[in-house]
């Protein structure tokens, strides 16, 4: 059956930048299953994986204004050391879970010099493009209690305690 929202997919994928590392892959590992047109996935992946079917290599080129987000200067800031009090050991690659004004979220901490410290707001892939190599392993519908929680149940999917 052809891919269409609340479709349960299930795919092997390779994530590559723009000079070809790879970024994620499942290919060493199990594949995705997701719940298509719920937001699971990027907008640009899931547009062109619309109306695909099992058993189709599809690969994708997702801008950042589909995928995840241009990359926004105004979400790096500099702040003094002490405003991170009770964090130990402050270095570069860290990631933070700060209040903002945009509200709560990750932050990256990109650069320590002397008694200052660079947060970056920033998803780690904005501004990026996203080369995605896609095979579609599965398709099948999703269930009413897939569809009241927004996201796969079983094998490849979400476990819940
Ligand atoms: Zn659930």
Not at 106 to 118: C, E, I, K, L, P
Not at 132 to 148: G, K, N, P, Y
């Amino acid at each position: 059956m052809p891919i269409a929202r609340d479709s349960v997919v299930t795919i092997h994928y390779t994530l590559k930048d723009d000079e070809g590392a790879v970024i994620d892959s499942s290919a060493s590992g199990e594949p995705l299953a997701y719940l298509h047109g719920h937001g699971n996935i990027v907008p640009g992946l899931e547009k062109e994986l619309t109306g695909r079917d099992v058993g189709e290599k599809v690969s994708v080129r997702v801008s950042p204004a589909e995928g995840y987000g241009e990359y926004d200067k105004d979400l790096v800031q500099s702040v003094p050391r002490r405003a991170l009090r009770g964090i130990k050991d402050v270095r570069p690659g860290m990631h933070l879970h700060a209040q903002t004004e945009q509200g709560p979220r990750t932050v990256t901490v990109t650069r320590v010099a002397g008694d200052m410290v660079t947060l970056d707001g920033n998803h780690p892939l904005a501004g990026k493009n996203l080369n995605f190599d896609i095979h579609i392993e599965d398709v099948r519908q999703a269930t009413e209690e897939e569809l009241s929680h927004g996201h796969v149940h079983g094998a490849h999917g979400h476990h819940h305690d």
